[in-house]
Structures are given as C-alpha cells and as structure tokens.
T-cell receptor, first 113, second 110 residues
Framework: EAQVTQNPRYLITVTGKKLTVTCSQN?????MSWYRQDPGLGLRQIYY???????DKGDVPEGYKVSRKEKRNFPLILESPSPNQTSLYFC????????????FGSGTRLTVV | GQNIDQPTEMTATEGAIVQINCTYQ??????LFWYQQHAGEAPTFLSY????GLEEKGRFSSFLSRSKGYSYLLLKELQMKDSASYLC???????????FGTGTRLTVIP
C-alpha cells in the first residue's frame, strides 16, 4: 500500500531533550516536506526536500533540522525542543509537487513540557 | 508573502449544497488544491485546478478564476461524514511547496 509513515503518533517530552520524528514513504517520491499545524494558523511548512541531499527552509524552520540521506526517509530533528514547538506535525511526499499534490502521513502530536 | 483566505466556519444541512470560498494573493501561481481533513487526521486530496473553470468529481466540484485570485469548493448532497475542515492550498510559481489557508471547518447538521 502506497503510504507515508510517521513515527511516533504521540510524543510527550521535556524541554531541551533532543528528539527525532521519522518519516518514510514507499512511493519513490522526490519531494518531501514537513508541516506543523496549530489552531488558527493552519498548516505551515517547516522544511522541504526536492531530492536526496537537497533540502530548504520553509516558512517556520527555526528550531528544526532535517536530513535527506535516502530518497524514502526525511526525519525531522528537534535539537532542543521548547514548549512553543508543541504542535501537530505532518510529513508529506509528492511525485511532482504540482498536479499530484502531496500525500500526508498520519501526523505526530508532540507536547513539550 | 503569500495570503490565502477562507471563512473560518460554516454550517449546512444534510442533503443541501454548500460552497466554500478561497481567495489568494501570492507571488505567482502554479495551481490550487483543495484538501479535506477530519479532526486529528491527515489531510486528504480532493481536487486540483490550474486552469480557469470548473472541475467536477462526483459530489465535489472545484472552480478557479486566476484573474480574480478566487476558487470555491462545491459540495452537493451533503452527508454527515462531510463534516470536516476543508483546506485551500496554492503552489507558487518556481516553488514546490504548498501554501495553505487556515481552513474552513464545515459542520453538517441533520
């Protein structure tokens, strides 16, 4: 089944403790992206990647890192999480970005205390 | 910057027709998407418009006017399961990322 898999689905952590949210897609998509979703603000892009070893900042990249060492994986790294990073995170991938839009993972609800 | 506006909330009756509007002002335009998102779940693709006009897909239709920076999503024969948020998103020329509006929360009542 074609899908984008994120883990974990839920995570509660403490301020400053490094964490990684994994994302993997099995559709051989070139484009991958991370979004965060907050009430009243909608989906905002954090980082995106157009191919292996090619990444770029989205609208809200501060406090996040990404890597794209393999085509299928695009992990999101929070080196020192803070409470304002409490949010619902979505990973998404796309065949061509335009006509096909993005396929989204199931989401990761992160709480930083 | 990119600006995409949608109404925050709408309510409609089961069996009726509802139109959700989206206006956008972006630095270039390369297509507009509509997504459906149930609470706590991932957005799912509904439609894509890049040329002016109406695209119909079953009970759902989407319209685009590029000159007006305007789109709408039309839902016919509303069902209770259509209660969800509907997200308008634009791809900007030269970019490969989607810029989203804040979404319209639709509630379908009996």
């Amino acid at each position: 089944e074609a899908q984008v898999t994120q883990n974990p689905r839920y995570l509660i952590t403490v301020t400053g403790k490094k964490l990684t949210v994994t994302c993997s897609q099995n559709m051989n998509h070139e484009y991958m992206s991370w979004y965060r979703q907050d009430p009243g603000l909608g989906l905002r892009q954090i980082y995106y990647s157009m191919n292996v070893e090619v990444t770029d900042k989205g609208d809200v990249p501060e406090g996040y890192k990404v890597s794209r060492k393999e085509k299928r994986n695009f992990p999101l790294i929070l080196e020192s999480p803070s409470p304002n990073q409490t949010s619902l995170y979505f990973c998404a991938s796309s065949l061509g970005g335009q006509r096909y839009g993005y396929t989204f993972g199931s989401g990761t609800r992160l709480t930083v205390v | 910057g990119q600006n995409i506006d949608q109404p925050t909330e709408m309510t409609a009756t089961e069996g009726a027709i509802v139109q959700i509007n989206c206006t956008y002002q972006t630095s270039g335009f390369n297509g507009l998407f509509w997504y459906q998102q149930h609470a706590g779940e991932a957005p799912t693709f509904l439609s894509y418009n890049v040329l002016d006009g109406l695209e119909e897909k079953g009970r759902f239709s989407s319209f685009l006017s590029r000159s007006k920076g305007y789109s709408y999503l039309l839902l016919k024969e509303l069902q209770m399961k259509d209660s969800a948020s509907y997200l308008c998103a634009v791809i900007v020329t030269g970019a490969n990322n989607l810029f989203f509006g804040t979404g319209t929360r639709l509630t379908v009542i009996p």
